[in-house]
T-cell receptor, first 114, second 114 residues
Framework: NAGVTQTPKFQVLKTGQSMTLQCAQDMNHEYMSWYRQDPGMGLRLIHYSVGAGITDQGEVPNGYNVSRSTTEDFPLRLLSAAPSQTSVYFC?????????????FGAGSRLTVL | AQTVTQSQPEMSVQEAETVTLSCTYDTSESDYYLFWYKQPPSRQMILVIRQEAYKQQNATENRFSVNFQKAAKSFSLKISDSQLGDAAMYFCAYSGGNNNDMRFGAGTRLTVKP
């Protein structure tokens, strides 16, 4: 099925551990992004990419790294997890990066940092 | 930076009745897009409706319609003939015409009573 695939769906980490959240889309979308969702705060943009080799920071980028080596994949890396990074993470993509394009979201990844 | 405010953390409606969810936003741009997304318990984000700021006509999708008041920077969502399946978190979102940063409100949790 076409869409945005995120893995893993659930993950528990200890403080200081590293991990990568994977995101892949098969719709040939140029724009991909990562959001985190926290209670009472909606979704906040972490990083985004407008094409392979191009990434930029969003509203809350600290503690996260991204890269975009292919059009299909946009992994999010936590180099040293902190309890403040406990959240639900969503990957989203659209055809292009302008506001005119509707985002397609993945199913989310729930991360708990102990 | 643009901000999106949803002043109703929770709302409830009787099945088959109508409910309106409020959203206000702050921007200095003239070209932008507004969205309502639905997040059911499955966590999947689903687009409900989209409005282009340059269009005066309010967007409508079946039982869902918006009241877009550009001067007042207000973008409310009306759900008519509410169904049990409408129960979800609803997020209002703003995106500028030429940027890649979609801003979300904190969300409104809608309960539908049978």
């Amino acid at each position: 099925n076409a869409g945005v695939t995120q893995t893993p769906k659930f993950q528990v980490l200890k403080t200081g551990q590293s991990m990568t959240l994977q995101c892949a889309q098969d719709m040939n979308h140029e724009y991909m992004s990562w959001y985190r969702q926290d209670p009472g705060m909606g979704l906040r943009l972490i990083h985004y990419s407008v094409g392979a080799g191009i990434t930029d920071q969003g509203e809350v980028p600290n503690g996260y790294n991204v890269s975009r080596s292919t059009t299909e994949d946009f992994p999010l890396r936590l180099l040293s997890a902190a309890p403040s990074q406990t959240s639900v993470y969503f990957c989203a993509s659209s055809l292009e990066g302008s506001g005119a394009n509707v985002l397609t979201f993945g199913a989310g990844s729930r991360l708990t940092v102990l | 930076a643009q901000t999106v405010t949803q002043s109703q953390p929770e709302m409830s409606v009787q099945e088959a009745e109508t409910v309106t969810l409020s959203c206000t936003y702050d921007t200095s741009e003239s070209d932008y897009y507004l969205f309502w997304y639905k997040q059911p318990p499955s966590r999947q984000m689903i687009l409900v409706i989209r409005q282009e700021a340059y269009k005066q006509q309010n967007a409508t999708e079946n039982r869902f319609s918006v009241n877009f008041q550009k001067a007042a920077k207000s973008f409310s969502l009306k759900i008519s003939d509410s169904q049990l399946g409408d129960a979800a978190m609803y997020f209002c979102a703003y995106s500028g015409g030429n940027n890649n940063d979609m801003r979300f409100g904190a969300g409104t949790r809608l309960t539908v009573k049978p």
